[in-house]
């Protein structure tokens, strides 16, 4: 109580716990924890609960496009109750370069967010991205996107081109030279 840290944790909580409830703090004495009549009730500061039917739809934030070859972050995040009881956040992607937090939002709120960390590849274009919350309880909810990979610029498609032609060109240079020379020699013979 000192401390500000009295929690109530319902578990499993049902949809008739909406309460209200209401903070009430009774001494007892230490021998025997026995009731005594010093106790107070604080009924101007009660709790309702608000029972959400669906569980909460987890955040993604991902830059606009991925670059192949290049380092791709994308952070999936859900908000939640209850500290000892953690949603798990799972992708429906490799599973290493995966970092986890868990943090107190403000009393009361907490947030886990899971940071996935890849090299997206060419063959990763158009592919959907899934992040999924599984909460205490069996129940599940998921966000997802479609990634979008740049490929790396080269000018391969200009300067392959560009050196056969100019190969061909060459060769036929040499060519029609050294066919004018024979033809040169020839007429010089007659």
């Not at 000192?2 to 929690?7: F, I, K, S, V, Y």
């Amino acid at each position: 109580l000192g401390q500000n840290d009295c929690t109530l944790e319902i578990t499993p909580v049902k949809d008739h716990d909406n309460g209200p409830f209401c903070f009430r703090v009774e001494l007892v004495r230490t021998e025997g924890n026995e009731p005594t009549k010093d106790m107070f009730s604080f009924v101007e500061d009660c709790v309702e609960l608000n029972m959400l039917t669906e569980p909460p739809t987890p955040t993604l934030i991902q830059p606009m496009a991925a670059t192949q070859g290049e380092p791709y972050i994308v952070i999936c995040s859900v908000m939640h109750t209850c500290p000892t009881d953690v949603p798990t956040l799972t992708w429906n992607w490799k599973t290493e370069g995966i970092i986890m937090f868990h943090r107190q939002i403000h009393s009361g709120n907490w947030e886990t967010q899971s940071i996935l960390t890849f090299i997206p590849e060419e063959k990763d274009d158009n592919r959907e991205l899934t992040c999924t919350a599984a909460f205490n309880g069996g129940l599940k909810s998921s966000a997802t996107f479609t990634l979008g990979v740049k490929r790396i610029e080269n000018y391969n498609h200009i300067i392959i081109p560009a050196v056969v032609g100019i190969g061909t060109a060459l060769l036929f240079g040499i060519f029609c030279i050294f066919m004018a020379k024979k033809y040169k020699t020839r007429i010089a013979k007659l």
